[in-house]
């Protein structure tokens, strides 16, 4: 539609900058300052609610992470973060085609028990994390699990990158190669 706020050029020199470092994160504070200098000059209060707003409108190809850790939901902690402590969280852009839709559905359906109208990295990893935060204390720390078990638990918890999760460290936890990121359905 329209651009009547004329945030089109900011919100394009984010994707480009996200779009450069070809997936790696990158932190807020480098974002802010970016922001916060000519030609843009936006002021500092204004910079969480545009960041939140562009994350929440591409939320299917960003992902948010905190000291280097994947955020899977944006809770109050995470938002108030945001706000009084931008250095520790970064963006970090994953652009996966749709090749992959089909390895996401199967994902999906295997969390979930259904595929969603839209398989893609957050339609798995959001009810994946879900299923993890809930898991009582004791299933969190327990040895009394199969090995796979243990190892898909400690890759969640510990996972910085979520298409590496996906792709890669899930798939080798589970005695599977790693994934390419095109494959065909039969193969999946």
Do not use: C
């Not at 009547?4 to 802010?32: C, F, Q």
């Not at 300052?33 to 000059?41: C, E, N």
């Not at 798939?171 to 999946?188: C, Q, T, Y």
């Amino acid at each position: 539609g329209e651009d009547t706020a004329r945030l089109k050029p900011m919100w394009d020199s984010v994707s480009e900058i996200l779009a450069a470092k070809d997936g790696a994160p990158v932190g807020l504070e480098t974002i802010y300052q970016m922001l916060s200098s000519p030609p843009y000059g936006i002021k500092a209060g204004l910079l969480p609610i545009l960041i939140l707003a562009m994350y929440q409108s591409k939320k299917q190809e960003l992902a948010i992470t905190e000291n280097g850790q994947f955020v899977p939901f944006l809770s109050r902690e995470v938002l108030e973060g945001l706000i009084k402590d931008p250095k520790s969280y970064a963006l970090q852009h994953f652009r996966i085609d749709g090749s992959s839709s089909s390895l996401f559905e199967h994902y999906a359906e295997a969390i979930t028990g259904e595929v969603p109208d839209q398989a893609n990295l957050i339609s798995v990893l959001q009810p994946l994390a879900k299923l993890m935060v809930r898991l009582p204390d004791y299933t969190k720390q327990t040895k009394r699990i199969s090995a796979e078990a243990q190892a898909v638990r400690n890759l969640f918890f510990s996972s910085k990158a979520p298409i590496e999760l996906i792709f890669s460290e899930l798939p080798k936890a589970l005695g599977f190669d790693v994934l390419p990121n095109r494959m065909d359905a039969k193969v999946i």
